[in-house]
Structures are given as structure tokens and as C-alpha cells.
Nanobody
Framework: QVQLVESGGGLVQPGGSLRLSCAAR????????MGWYRQPPGKQREFVAT???????NYVDSVKGRFTISTDNAKNTVHLQMNSLKPEDTAVYYC?????????WGQGTQVTVSS
């Protein structure tokens, strides 16, 4: 019984920034990894970033140098700081968490990058 609650999406101009947050609530036993995926309009969901136990991070090439994933372990929360946003970053962003071997997904939050 784990619920992921996302926040922080919205409309931003190209070059702007947004910070997404995702809080895991419920029966949090052992989080192995937390991350972010996104689904652009008309496209498949794709990997964006992940952070695993110990702080190791991975990013899709298209966001490297612009996005930063981080966690607040005390609050079971993962953040995605998105800078220098581009129109192609427009998507519904979904957080996920691996807890005790089970993958959970957030409800999604819309990020729109447009002039």
C-alpha cells in the first residue's frame, strides 16, 4: 500500500524552470530507487531520471546537464529540478518508486513548455 503524490507541474516558457516533487506515502519499507518518466503527447512513456540507494543517478541523454534528480529520504520524496526547459520537454511526468521489490507510479503531472 504505497501512494505517490506528485506536484509542481505547470506551464513554463522555453528556458524556464520547474521543480517537480513526488512524495511516497503508505507502507514504506525499503526504497531501492525513485525516478521520473514522462510521456509526451502521442508518444510512449520514456525514462527521464532515476536515483538509487547511495545517491547514484542516471539521466536520459536529452536532459543531462539540465535536469537534476534528488531525494529527501526523511520525507520519502523525490524531486526533479528542470532547468533550461525546451518545448520537447512537454509531457506528463510520472514519478516511480521501487519499494520492497514492487514498482509504484504516481498519477502524473503535466509539464508544458511553450512561448
Amino acid at each position: 500500500q504505497v501512494q505517490l503524490v506528485e506536484s509542481g507541474g505547470g506551464l513554463v516558457q522555453p528556458g524556464g524552470s520547474l521543480r517537480l516533487s513526488c512524495a511516497a506515502r503508505g507502507n514504506i519499507l525499503s526504497i531501492y530507487a525513485m525516478g521520473w518518466y514522462r510521456q509526451p503527447p502521442g508518444k510512449q512513456r520514456e525514462f527521464v531520471a532515476t536515483i538509487i540507494t547511495g545517491g547514484s543517478t542516471n539521466y536520459v541523454d536529452s536532459v543531462k546537464g539540465r535536469f537534476t534528480i534528488s531525494t529527501d529520504n526523511a520525507k520519502n520524496t523525490v524531486h526533479l529540478q528542470m532547468n533550461s526547459l525546451k518545448p520537447e520537454d512537454t509531457a506528463v511526468y510520472y514519478c516511480n518508486v521501487v519499494n520492497s521489490g514492487t514498482i509504484y507510479w504516481g498519477q502524473g503531472t503535466q509539464v508544458t513548455v511553450s512561448s
